[in-house]
Nanobody, 124 residues
Framework: QVQLVESGGGLVQPGGSLVLSCTASEFSLDYYTVGWFRQAPGKEREGVSCISSSDGSRWYADSVRGRFTISRDKLKNTVYLRMNSLKPEDTADYFC?????????????????WGQGTQVTVSS
């Protein structure tokens, strides 16, 4: 069973930055598209960003484009989400996800494996 683990969440002031990490055990993320999602209290889960395994292309939600950056570190088997200029509306639980299909291009309509999430709170 693929296990994804997110880390890096926390409390940050508006305008601040955080870097979230998504790692996998016994599963090479290299071959698979990885997405980041978030869910705020009382709201539906939404896609934030993803990075393709086919060509490395990236997708961002309009609400985060220009502020968030997704990247991979193949040696560390980790996908990062750097979040700059954070706003209170970015407050949510953030999840990473991946799939069984190799060499795909995001965004994807389905992900097979999900992490437990890391909480991000943007508040003064």
């Amino acid at each position: 069973q693929v296990q994804l683990v997110e880390s890096g969440g926390g409390l940050v002031q508006p305008g601040g930055s955080l870097v979230l990490s998504c790692t996998a055990s016994e599963f090479s993320l290299d071959y698979y598209t990885v997405g980041w999602f978030r869910q705020a209290p009382g709201k539906e889960r939404e896609g934030v960003s993803c990075i393709s395994s086919s060509d490395g292309s990236r997708w961002y939600a309009d609400s985060v484009r220009g502020r968030f950056t997704i990247s991979r570190d193949k040696l560390k088997n980790t996908v990062y989400l750097r979040m700059n200029s954070l706003k209170p509306e970015d407050t949510a639980d953030y999840f990473c996800a991946t799939e069984r299909v190799r060499w795909s291009t995001c965004p994807r309509s389905r992900y097979d494996f999900w992490g437990q999430g890391t909480q991000v709170t943007v508040s003064s």
